[in-house]
């Protein structure tokens, strides 16, 4: 299984972009995987910004996230996009999409994911 992010790239403090991650590869589109987004900005560690389950429900946001950034999916396509508004600085990171094993479980923890993504930059610009 293969995951790939995309729709990164340079706004201004205050816009907005919306990610996509798509898997391919051997899993069915009705093997409903959990899906996550992380991000890593230079000098920290990776860290939980958005999740939902394989149904669709559930959405959990970490704290800078929620009220600015929208995590959804297609249902049954195993693709999910994270509509990041308001930005600052501060989100300037890699973003890195995630999937667990088929039914499985999306939390706020890495260790729930078994695939990973490239990761795509997002860079804020003040």
């Known amino acids: 299984v293969q995951l790939q992010a995309s729709g990164g790239g340079l706004v201004q403090a205050g816009g907005s972009l919306r990610l996509s991650c798509t898997a391919s590869?051997?899993?069915?589109?009705?093997?409903?995987?959990?899906m996550g987004w992380f991000r890593q900005a230079p000098g920290k560690e990776r860290e939980f910004v958005a999740s939902i389950s394989g149904s669709g429900t559930n959405p959990q946001y970490s704290d800078s996230a929620k009220g600015r950034f929208i995590v959804s999916r297609e249902r049954r396509r195993n693709t999910a996009y994270l509509e990041m508004n308001s930005l600052n600085a501060e989100d300037t990171a890699v973003y890195f999409c995630?999937?667990?094993?088929?039914?499985?479980?999306?939390?706020?923890?890495?260790?729930?994911?078994?695939?990973w993504g490239q990761g795509t930059q997002v860079t804020v610009s003040s």
């Open positions: 590869g051997h899993v069915s589109d009705r093997a409903e995987m959990g």
């Open positions: 995630a999937a667990t094993n088929p039914w499985g479980v999306a939390t706020m923890s890495s260790h729930s994911y078994y695939y």
